[in-house]
């Protein structure tokens, strides 16, 4: 069966400290990978997408970059926080199926993070 | 860009009474997915009903049902029978079911909708 790991649970962060955020997925090849972020009590935006390895579409201009470099993982990365990087962020997976297995995301436990 | 609406931040219903949550989204495209989701106070998100553009008939799960009007472009949950375990945020979101490209597997969400269950 597939799974899916996102770590760390819980991180409280420096304003201008380095960020990274990974995320793994098993039991399944060529996966479509997403972060999202999560305001509290608000909706998902879409920060990065990723059909393959090293292929990376960015949803929103801002502080944080992706990248995938195997199959199954994928990381979300800061040089510099700033103190609206906090929020809740998530991790997902989709089967890359088309008409026939096309299917849902399949979500991590998410990560709090906090910019002090 | 494929956008999804939910126009209710917030909604109620008493416990064992029957509950909508509305949805609307903008597409180009003829072929897609659409779901619903849950996301209790834990933040796991959990898949609550699926349905695909193709199929006329709208989904059901158990005490979830949709309706789903592909000319209006809406895609309605209706909770029946609401239980206090129901409470959560709910969110509708969009995928192209096109082969993948440019975009076709992006999978944007609405800002969800609050859920309180009176009991």
């Known amino acids: 069966s597939q799974t899916i790991h996102q770590w760390p649970a819980t991180l409280v962060q420096p304003v201008g400290s380095p960020l990274s955020l990974e995320c793994t997925v098993e039991g399944t090849s060529n996966p479509n990978l997403y972060w999202y972020r999560q305001a509290a009590g608000r909706g998902l935006q879409l920060l990065f997408y990723s059909v393959g390895i090293g292929q990376i579409s960015s949803e929103v201009p801002q502080n944080l970059s992706a990248s995938r470099p195997q199959d199954r993982q994928f990381i979300l990365s800061s040089k510099k926080l700033l103190l609206s990087d906090s929020g809740f962020y998530l991790c997902?997976?989709?089967?890359?199926?088309?008409?026939?297995?096309?299917?849902?995301?399949?979500f991590g436990q998410g990560t709090r993070l906090t910019v002090v | 860009a494929q956008t999804v609406t939910q126009s209710q931040p917030e909604m109620s219903v008493q416990e064992a009474e029957t509950v909508t949550l509305s949805c609307t989204y903008d597409t180009s495209e003829s072929d897609y997915y659409l779901f619903w989701y849950k996301q209790p106070p834990s933040r796991q998100m959990i898949l609550v009903i699926r349905?695909?553009?193709?199929?006329?008939q709208n989904a059901t799960e158990n005490r979830f049902s949709v309706n789903f009007q592909k000319a209006a472009k809406s895609f309605s949950l209706k909770i029946s029978d609401s239980q206090l375990g129901d409470a959560a945020m709910y969110f509708c979101a969009y995928r192209s079911a096109e082969p993948p490209g440019q975009g076709a597997q992006k999978l944007v969400f609405g800002q969800g909708t609050r859920l309180t269950i009176n009991p």
């Open positions: 349905q695909e553009a193709y199929k006329q």
């Open positions: 997902a997976w989709s089967s890359r199926g088309m008409k026939v297995g096309g299917t849902e995301a399949f």
